[in-house]
């Protein structure tokens, strides 16, 4: 069978050079072990150590090599988006585009095995749409992936961002909603990271995306595709406590409607989370994913199979709803053609 992975994490090492060359936060430097160190701000601890997994994009490929399937992959920035929004609006221009420059440079040197979504600096307006189209036009990546902030006070149910969202639905862009390691960090903070890294993701991702729900945004954008990681969060299991408590968002239909428009992945370490996701998002919604390689792909794979569906759901989630939902067999159609479409 062949597999589509969802949730995988490659970053380019070109970009890190040049936050490397920065002169205040956020700063990163080489460490000794092939990899980065990253500062989000002064006097706080690194948000990010990591090794050359991370960088190694043939060395990762070589891994799904391993697994005994045929592994096709795509390509989310993760926790680093925050980073675009983080800076100056028009240093998280420039350094988006030379991140997306480099994905769709991956696209082209393995085509038909990898695609990716892009990087969008959102403190302005302005520049993520021009941004957006770019990546979705020139470059014909898949979608962008959204900070769960903006900087230290923005948001992303922001009225200024409206435009990029109706421009988002219109050229048909995946975004990935993806913990960013920016949100209650001081609230959970302690255990060498045990706290924040098993619940603070959880709660960081889950409020993303509940913002575009009480803001409307899913509402006025119904075509809108919002890719939720990490199974849901913790939306679909508070679902009903979702519905009860948020009448005075004035939504015409339950939260519970727009949660289940979304779509999400298989990434929970145990069988009884990912089983829920597919229960309660449906089949259809549901893409397999690894989040190599903050997790291991083999584990990832034995406890999807550990939850006993069927042949037909295991090759959609599997490989069918990726390619259908973001749009993976339009990748070698026209540079530009989404949006003379849109």
Request: one cysteine or more.
């Amino acid at each position: 069978m062949r597999i589509v992975d969802s949730h995988f994490h490659w970053w380019p090492r070109s970009v890190f050079e040049a936050v490397c060359k920065r002169s205040g936060h956020p700063r990163a430097v080489r460490n000794a072990r092939g990899g980065y160190t990253y500062w989000r701000k002064d006097g706080e601890a690194p948000i990010y150590d990591l090794g050359p997994e991370w960088f190694d994009l043939d060395a990762q490929l070589a891994h799904m090599d391993t697994l005994g399937f045929e592994v096709d992959v795509v390509c989310s920035i993760g926790p680093f988006a925050a980073h675009f929004s983080d800076i100056p609006p028009e240093e998280g221009r420039e350094m988006a585009m030379m991140w997306n420059e480099e994905m769709a440079g991956a696209q082209r040197r393995h085509p038909d095995r990898l695609w990716a979504s892009g990087a969008i600096p959102l403190s302005d307006p302005r520049i993520a749409v021009e941004v957006l189209e770019h990546a979705m036009g020139e470059l014909d990546l898949i979608g962008v992936n959204m900070p769960g902030s903006v900087g230290d006070h923005g948001r992303i149910d922001d009225p200024a961002l409206e435009p990029f969202y109706e421009r988002a639905e219109a050229l048909g862009a995946t975004l990935f909603v993806h913990p960013t390691d920016t949100m209650f960090r001081d609230s959970l903070e302690g255990y060498d990271g045990a706290l924040y890294l098993s619940l603070g993701r959880v709660i960081d991702v889950s409020v993303a995306a509940y913002r575009l729900v009480l803001s409307g945004i899913m509402e006025r954008h119904p075509g809108l595709k919002i890719y939720m990681s990490h199974t849901g969060g913790a939306l679909p299991y508070q679902s009903g406590r979702m519905d009860k408590n948020s009448r005075k968002a004035n939504l015409p239909l339950p939260p519970s409607t727009y949660l289940k428009r979304m779509y999400t992945d298989t990434v929970s370490p145990h069988t009884a989370g990912i089983r829920f996701a597919v229960e309660y998002y449906g089949v259809d919604h549901v893409m397999y994913g690894s989040d190599y390689p903050c997790w291991t792909p083999a584990t990832a794979l034995e406890l999807f199979h550990e939850i006993g569906l069927s042949i037909e759901d295991q090759e959609k989630i599997l490989n069918l709803n990726a390619r259908r939902v973001l749009n993976l067999k339009d990748r070698g159609a026209t540079a530009g053609s989404r949006i003379a479409a849109a």
